[in-house]
């Protein structure tokens, strides 16, 4: 059973910076693409960042480009989200997927993050 646990989250002031941690089990991390999502309240879900499986390639929502970088460590299991510049319209819960088919899928319980002065 693949299971995905997300922590790191919490309240931060505008422009501070925060990571978020996702450990996976239940699966051969280096074997799978991972993604973070997020989700704010009244809002939909959307995709925030992807990483394959090598870690050689990863793809942003424009909304966070070039102020969070999504990594991850095979070895550890885990994958990351390092979000610097936060701005309060990040706030949201941050959720870690795992996709591979429409009936293989997980997500995490998701890790709350404010962003207020």
């Known amino acids: 059973q693949v299971q995905l646990v997300e922590s790191g989250g919490g309240l931060v002031q505008p422009g501070g910076s925060l990571r978020l941690s996702c450990a996976v089990s239940g699966l051969i991390l280096s074997q799978f693409d991972m993604s973070w999502y997020r989700q704010a309240p009244g809002k939909e879900r959307e995709l925030v960042a992807t990483v394959v499986a090598s870690g050689n390639m990863t793809n942003y929502a424009d909304s966070v480009k070039g102020r969070f970088t999504i990594s991850r460590d095979n070895a550890k299991n885990t994958v990351y989200l390092q979000m610097n510049s936060l701005k309060p319209e990040d706030t949201a819960v941050y959720y870690c997927?795992?996709?591979?088919?429409?009936?293989?899928?997980?997500w995490g319980q998701g890790t709350l993050v404010i962003v207020s002065s």
């Open positions: 997927h795992w996709q591979v088919s429409p009936v293989r899928a997980a």
